[in-house]
């Protein structure tokens, strides 16, 4: 499947209304952003988004884990990513509590 990490949600009431195309990395305008590397082939990226009522930054919303090949220590995240979903991820975030993260196998960039 298809991963366009430079694309971002527009939100309104909480729904996803549009998607930007508008990215800039630069200033952390994408719709993935790098968080930290859990292991040397575990990358966690924050899922971000903008409220349409409330414009400004952009929110992070949740995160998704990559595994990447051995072959790869950087994900570029201006390029759409080809990725095998592999379900959810168990553990616990800063307090302690539960939480699932979805998860993601990078094959390879479009078109390469």
């Known amino acids: 499947m298809d991963l366009v990490p430079w ?5 309104y009431n909480g729904q996803v209304y549009s ?3 508008y990215a800039n ?8 952003r790098f968080n930290r ?19 400004g ?8 884990i990559v595994i990447l090949p051995a072959d790869v220590s950087k994900l570029d995240v201006m390029k759409t990513w080809v990725v095998v979903p ?3 991820t168990e553990g616990t975030n ?3 509590a539960a939480i699932r993260v979805p998860t993601v ?8």
């Open 25 to 32: 990395p630069q200033i952390g305008y994408t719709g993935l």
């Open 94 to 96: 800063y307090l302690g």
């Open 57 to 64: 930054e952009l929110e992070s919303v949740g995160q998704i």
């Open 37 to 55: 590397m859990l292991e040397p082939q575990t990358a966690v990226f924050d899922v971000m988004a903008q409220d349409m009522t409330a414009p």
């Open 7 to 11: 694309q971002w949600p527009m939100l």
């Open 19 to 21: 998607w930007s195309r």
């Open 105 to 112: 196998r990078f094959v390879k960039y479009i078109g390469e």
């Open 86 to 88: 592999l379900g959810t």
